[in-house]
Nanobody, 115 residues
Framework: QVQLVESGGGLVQPGGSLRLSCAVS????????MGWYRQPPGKERELVAI???????NYADSVNGRFTISRDNIKNTVYLQMNSLKAEDTAVYYC?????????WGQGTQVTVSS
């Protein structure tokens, strides 16, 4: 059974940075797409960033230029570097993997941006 385990969430002040990690039990190479989604309080889950096996990336407009997704296929980990955080980035962040049509999700990690 494949598991995706997020870490790195927490409380940060506006303008600060956090790096989320998603450790995969097995190889990240089994996923043609990996990425991050988030669910703000009272809202639906939304795409944050994705990365493909061919190293193509795509970002939500709201985070483009502030967040960076990366995959380390040696450590079997996906990262989300988040800079210049804003209050509206507060959400539960979920790691996502798509194994050629089969989706996998992590349990989520809370990110709170507040002074």
């Amino acid at each position: 059974q494949v598991q995706l385990v997020e870490s790195g969430g927490g409380l940060v002040q506006p303008g600060g940075s956090l790096r989320l990690s998603c450790a995969v039990s097995g190889s990240t190479l089994r996923f043609n797409v990996m990425g991050w989604y988030r669910q703000p309080p009272g809202k639906e889950r939304e795409l944050v960033a994705i990365s493909t096996l061919s190293d193509r990336t795509n970002y939500a407009d709201s985070v483009n230029g502030r967040f960076t997704i990366s995959r380390d296929n040696i450590k079997n980990t996906v990262y989300l570097q988040m800079n210049s955080l804003k209050a509206e980035d507060t959400a539960v962040y979920y790691c996502y993997g798509n194994e050629f049509g089969t989706p996998y999700w992590g349990q989520g990690t809370q990110v709170t941006v507040s002074s």
